[in-house]
């Protein structure tokens, strides 16, 4: 594996720690200033820095998230590279009780100067049986 490959996998790790710090700024900090945000909890698309930060202020870090990788895939292609896999998420469900989600994600980064930043994510439930 690539020292880039792991320094992107690494983005992954500061995605569940920013989430989990419940900071909507720090989480929006880690996307590029034009990202696409697929929503996962509302179903639309969130473009660019006030959007996603709106979503993750009022709709995802309200539930408190703390979630972990459970597999990965990186691709990396010149300044862009990809992350997808699966996920899960414990968070607080309708009825205040703690639930854990499983989603599939992909993340694609851009590398912008000096940091890998989200340029697109798209987060869905992995359907039940």
């Not at 979503?55 to 990788?69: E, Q, R, S």
């Not at 896999?85 to 851009?110: C, E, N, P, W």
């Amino acid at each position: 594996m690539s020292s880039i490959t792991k320094h992107v996998e690494k983005q992954l790790d500061r995605w569940f720690a920013a989430i989990k710090s419940c900071n909507p700024t720090r989480v929006t900090n880690l996307y590029a200033d034009d990202a696409i945000l697929l929503s996962n909890l509302q179903g639309d698309v969130k473009k660019g820095h006030r959007e996603i930060h709106a979503y993750f202020k009022d709709a995802f870090l309200a539930k408190h998230p703390i979630g972990k990788l459970v597999e990965g895939h990186t691709r990396v292609i010149g300044g862009t590279a990809v992350n997808s896999g699966l996920y899960s998420i414990k968070m607080d469900g309708k009825d205040g009780r703690r639930v854990t989600v499983q989603a599939r994600h992909t993340f694609v980064y851009q590398w912008l100067g000096n940091d890998w930043k989200i340029v697109e994510h798209h987060s869905s439930l992995i359907p039940q049986d």
